[in-house]
């Protein structure tokens, strides 16, 4: 009989393996789950632990940490604390510039609110429901005074695609015949069927989120990782190493 060790990887055959030398593990859209992301942590920490491969681990997020689930700020904070003693790459979802475009001035609350920024705006502690209740509306004032300097600099820091050997990792997809360098961020952190319904070869193999799917996405040129982790309490994390893409699964209970 096997271990719950030996049954915590799922192992895909089909996918290239990772660069020499690293271990990456990817994680799909938080949305505000910071409970879904305490549970996804603690996956790789096991994993890491039975491999050995502390030094050669890095993280990659998907992006899409804020909105809809109740905790946005919750997700950030533990994103922040992990990022102090481990190697990440931290990707832009199309929320976060939704986030940032209604702090400029540039996107009214109403729209944000549509895409779960109320349950954002009160995870930060802005009392939102007393100033819709009197009529009033959300002013990005409301939202700066409560950020910490430590979010803001979050943020800023995110990158739109990011690429390991022959995985490309990007938060919605790519623009079909355009380099991973010269697309477009709108179409990195918003793109769908264009990229969804192109069955051709992108260069590299695709992991991206964006498009919830009820399990993950596994095609030849691309993995989709999104599983809706706000909506159905799994957040998904794949593994890419010398052997080439598996998925950490917990163990049977």
Known sequence: MRSWLETLVHREETYPPGPEGVVLYAIGDIHGRSDCLASAHALIDRDIA??????????VYLGD???????????????IE?????SMVLLRGNHEIIMESFLWGLTPFDDWRKLGGLETILSYGVDARALL???GTISPGDLAERLPLSHIRFMSALENVHQFGRYCFVH?????????EKQSIEDL????????NFAGDFGCVVVHGHTPVNA??????RVNIDTGA??????SVVRIDAEGLSVLEDAPR
């Open 50 to 59: 039975r491999l050995g491969n502390r030094d050669r681990a890095v993280e």
């Open 65 to 79: 940490y804020i909105d809809r689930g109740p905790d946005s700020k919750g997700v950030i904070d533990r994103l």
């Open 82 to 86: 992990r990022a102090a003693t481990t």
């Open 133 to 135: 209740a009197r009529g």
């Open 172 to 180: 919605a997809g790519l623009r079909p015949g355009i380099p991973a």
């Open 189 to 196: 952190a918003w793109i769908r069927e264009d990229f969804l």
């Open 216 to 221: 993950i996405e596994f095609l030849p040129n």
């Open 230 to 235: 706000y909506a159905t309490n799994r957040l």
